[in-house]
């Protein structure tokens, strides 16, 4: 594909489910992270890869989240015992390798809504 | 730790004229990247434009353009010429790569709205 995809586009589940969300990477792209933006805020970095391995996963929040990417393509953010406080759009975005000039393409998000 | 502060929420600019947009940061590091991201409804971020801090000269972008102030720690974004296609949120990121790590920290950003 042209661009970053991610689906679902919006997911939204009750408080205790475990919910996973998926992200396509732009073709090549090496590097992929996670991002989280609450309502009226910035994104948050969660985790960061490089290849298939967890590079950097110090913005994770606890140990409900973890992120998986086991081929250094597609990746999956999932999410246990989801909590209404989960509530965030969740995004995703790739770069050509990992460095500080690279940009970091976006995806369009997933809005997850814990009732 | 890095820290970006946007101190606008909300700007308003008439169509065709000029509006600059406000960011301050905060770094212990003396190498590191500056970013303006543009993110209208569709949720998807899109870069506007990046300066590297070694750099002293400012970037440029068609109609955006950048003050980067580094004693100051301030990096603010000029659109001339605003157009209605301009609305949207803007953010502000830092990126500190020393660490090995690759993530941007974003500023609250400012949603900017375009009157014709």
């Known amino acids: 594909g042209a661009g970053v995809s991610q689906t679902p586009s919006n997911k939204v589940t009750e408080k205790g489910k475990y919910v996973e969300l998926r992200c396509d990477p732009i073709?090549?792209?090496?590097?992929l992270y996670w991002y989280r933006q609450s309502l009226g805020q910035g994104p948050e970095f969660l985790i960061y890869f490089q290849g298939t391995g967890a590079a950097d996963d110090s913005g994770l929040p606890n140990d409900r989240f973890f992120a998986v990417r086991p081929e250094g393509s597609v990746s999956t953010l999932k999410i246990q015992r989801t909590e209404r406080g989960d509530s965030a759009v969740y995004l995703c975005?790739?770069?050509?390798?990992?460095?500080?000039?690279?940009?970091?393409?976006f995806g369009p998000g997933t809005r997850l809504l814990v009732l | 730790a890095q820290t970006v502060t946007q101190s606008q929420p909300e700007m308003s600019v008439q169509e065709a004229e000029t509006v600059t947009l406000s960011c301050t940061y905060d770094t212990s590091e003396s190498d590191y990247y500056l970013f303006w991201y543009k993110q209208p409804p569709s949720r998807q971020m899109i870069l506007v434009i990046r300066q590297e801090a070694y750099k002293q000269q400012n970037a440029t972008e068609n109609r955006f353009s950048v003050n980067f102030q580094k004693a100051a720690k301030s990096f603010s974004l000029k659109i001339s010429d605003s157009q209605l296609g301009d609305a949207a949120m803007y953010f502000c990121?830092?990126?500190?790569?020393?660490?090995?790590?690759?993530?941007?920290?974003f500023g609250k950003g400012t949603k900017l709205s375009v009157i014709p």
């Open positions: 073709s090549g792209h090496t590097a």
């Open positions: 975005a790739s770069s050509l390798v990992a460095g500080g000039w690279e940009t970091q393409y």
């Open positions: 990121a830092l990126l500190y790569s020393g660490a090995g790590s690759y993530q941007l920290t």
